[in-house]
């Protein structure tokens, strides 16, 4: 990690912009391969009071994607749902590292909280 460059700070938005996404804990219960697609896996993520179907560009990012199930972690919950590979993903998995091509890992609580619990 010595020779990692962090990139620049992007502009600055008000906190009326960052209050307008919706990040939750949910916890991962199921991960299951996609047919047609070669980096997205499909989660099946519970917030407490409903569950939903995210898809994440997991697949080869890990060596062993399946290893999250189980795991909370931090999704942004209020995104238009988005139509890839022939399915339906209601969030975005809020992970570390992807942007800047490290070996991405997840955002999660420091320790257990109730799924649906917001961040902010």
Do not use: W
């Amino acid at each position: 990690m010595a020779d990692f460059t962090a990139a620049p700070i992007k502009p600055t938005v008000t906190i009326a912009a960052l209050e307008t996404l919706d990040i939750r804990v949910g916890t991962i219960e199921r991960v299951e391969e996609i047919p047609r697609s070669d980096k997205l896996m499909k989660l099946t993520v519970n917030f407490g009071d409903h569950s939903r179907t995210i898809l994440a560009g997991i697949k080869k990012e890990r060596e062993n994607p399946y290893e999250i199930e189980g795991r909370q972690a931090l999704f942004v919950v209020n995104l238009e749902p988005r139509k890839m590979a022939g399915e339906i993903s209601e969030g975005m998995l809020f992970d570390i590292g992807y942007a800047d091509r490290v070996t991405p890992v997840l955002l999660v609580p420091e320790r257990a909280v109730p799924n649906g619990t917001r961040a902010g």
